[in-house]
């Protein structure tokens, strides 16, 4: 079922789904157990996938580790992405952020954790506003000179930062961000706006997560509950139950679950940017619904009806030079007879 994609301007070969493991581990106290969090594992390895997504902050370490664990026996198999950046010891500003020595320290920790000697792929987590591009940019160049990372990729960032960088990067010889990380779903449509027309034009893959909308899309908030989930749901703004409904509307037609449905309406924008999306699963059960998404795919009508639910406005400039008039000012009459790059 799996089909494989390069990642980004990388040679990588990742699986179109990508396995985050935010969930591996109960020190928040919401996630997987061991047990459960290997079977996750498991499954998302028996249907093709090879690409894993953790942090140095998930679930406190705990993450990491049991990633390492479970890959251990066929690492080069597996391509390996963790984050660096949010911080893990309060009170100490050199534990947080983009510069070199939190880069540096925060590496040296999640190789040790996922008994490693190199990651695939390493992250920068959210971009802090306050470490010269220059540093960032060098220093993620020093650790795959060092043979510790192959990659280096972006994630929670403006797009104007990373445009900058990989700018900066493709000027002095240094390894550029081949992929970009992202909240995107039918409920969050925000990167629409510059994060996924940067990546395309740069060649950037781009791997959302909270693609079900945090849950909401699922359909799971839309059912009567008591106690803790029915504050929850009362939680949740009303045109998102609303949308969530649109959602359940296009799953019961072709029998598949919500889940299913939003997942595809994210794997299906592939004209706005290279998109391999990213599931997160608290249970096995719940893996193994996100993969049925490999089996079937939204027609034209289903995504025109999903997308309408959520109407998105590009807002200024966008919308302005999309007019005809502004079109007419640029071009003059012939502005149709122009070929565009595609």
Same mark, same amino acid.
């Given at each position: 079922?799996?089909?494989?994609?390069?990642?980004?301007?990388?040679?990588?070969?990742?699986?179109?789904?990508?396995?985050?493991?935010?969930?591996?581990?109960?020190?928040?106290?919401?996630?997987?157990?061991?047990?459960?969090?290997?079977?996750?594992?498991?499954?998302?390895?028996?249907?093709?996938?090879?690409?894993?997504?953790?942090?140095?902050?998930?679930?406190?370490?705990?993450?990491?580790?049991?990633?390492?664990?479970?890959?251990?026996? #066929?690492?080069?198999?597996? $391509?390996? !992405?963790?984050?660096? %950046? =949010?911080? +893990?010891?309060? @009170?100490?500003?050199? *534990?947080?952020?983009?510069?070199?020595?939190?880069?540096?320290?925060?590496?040296?920790?999640?190789?040790?954790?996922?008994?490693?000697?190199?990651?695939?792929?390493?992250?920068?987590?959210?971009?802090?506003?306050?470490?010269?591009?220059?540093?960032?940019?060098?220093?993620?160049?020093?650790?795959?000179?060092?043979?510790?990372?192959?990659?280096?990729?972006?994630? #929670?960032?403006?797009?104007? $930062?990373? !445009?900058?960088?990989? %700018? =900066?990067? +493709?000027?002095? @010889?240094?390894?550029? *961000?081949?992929?970009?990380?992202?909240?995107?779903?039918?409920?969050?449509?925000?990167?629409?706006?510059?994060?996924?027309?940067?990546?395309?034009?740069?060649?950037?893959?781009?791997?959302?997560?909270?693609?079900?909308?945090?849950?909401?899309?699922?359909?799971?908030?839309?059912?009567?509950?008591?106690?803790?989930?029915?504050?929850?749901?009362?939680?949740?703004?009303?045109?998102?139950?609303?949308?969530?409904?649109?959602?359940?509307?296009?799953?019961?037609?072709? @029998?598949?679950?919500?889940?299913?449905?939003?997942?595809?309406?994210?794997?299906?924008?592939?004209?706005?940017?290279?998109?391999?999306?990213?599931?997160?699963?608290?249970?096995?059960?719940?893996?193994?619904?996100?993969?049925?998404?490999?089996?079937?795919?939204?027609?034209?009508?289903?995504?025109?009806?999903?997308?309408?639910?959520?109407?998105?406005?590009?807002?200024?400039?966008?919308?302005?030079?999309?007019?005809?008039?502004?079109?007419?000012?640029?071009?003059?009459?012939?502005?149709?007879?122009?070929?565009?790059?595609?």
């Amino acid at each position: 079922m799996m089909r494989y994609k390069l990642l980004g301007r990388s040679g990588l070969r990742v699986s179109e789904l990508a396995l985050g493991t935010m969930t591996f581990g109960e020190d928040w106290g919401w996630g997987a157990s061991r047990e459960e969090s290997g079977r996750i594992f498991e499954a998302y390895a028996e249907a093709g996938g090879n690409f894993i997504d953790t942090a140095c902050n998930y679930t406190g370490g705990t993450s990491e580790r049991y990633v390492g664990e479970f890959i251990k026996a #066929d690492r080069d198999h597996f $391509v390996l !992405a963790t984050k660096y %950046t =949010l911080s +893990d010891r309060q @009170g100490d500003l050199n *534990f947080g952020g983009n510069h070199r020595k939190n880069l540096m320290r925060s590496l040296k920790g999640s190789l040790e954790r996922l008994q490693t000697d190199h990651v695939d792929l390493l992250w920068l987590h959210a971009w802090d506003f306050t470490t010269p591009p220059q540093e960032v940019m060098r220093a993620l160049d020093d650790a795959v000179r060092s043979g510790q990372v192959h990659h280096v990729g972006i994630s #929670d960032s403006p797009a104007w $930062v990373v !445009a900058q960088a990989n %700018t =900066l990067a +493709d000027l002095r @010889g240094w390894s550029p *961000f081949v992929a970009l990380q992202v909240p995107y779903s039918l409920a969050s449509r925000d990167a629409e706006r510059d994060l996924l027309p940067m990546a395309r034009a740069l060649g950037l893959a781009v791997t959302p997560w909270a693609v079900l909308g945090g849950g909401v899309l699922s359909g799971k908030y839309n059912q009567p509950a008591a106690g803790p989930a029915r504050q929850q749901r009362e939680n949740i703004a009303p045109e998102r139950l609303k949308l969530a409904e649109a959602v359940m509307e296009v799953a019961r037609e072709i @029998g598949r679950s919500p889940a299913q449905v939003a997942l595809n309406w994210v794997r299906q924008q592939q004209h706005r940017a290279q998109i391999v999306p990213i599931l997160g699963a608290r249970t096995q059960a719940q893996l193994l619904d996100n993969l049925g998404a490999l089996e079937f795919t939204l027609e034209d009508a289903h995504l025109e009806r999903l997308r309408e639910a959520n109407p998105f406005k590009a807002g200024f400039p966008h919308e302005w030079f999309g007019q005809d008039h502004v079109q007419q000012l640029i071009f003059g009459d012939l502005r149709g007879s122009l070929e565009r790059r595609t």
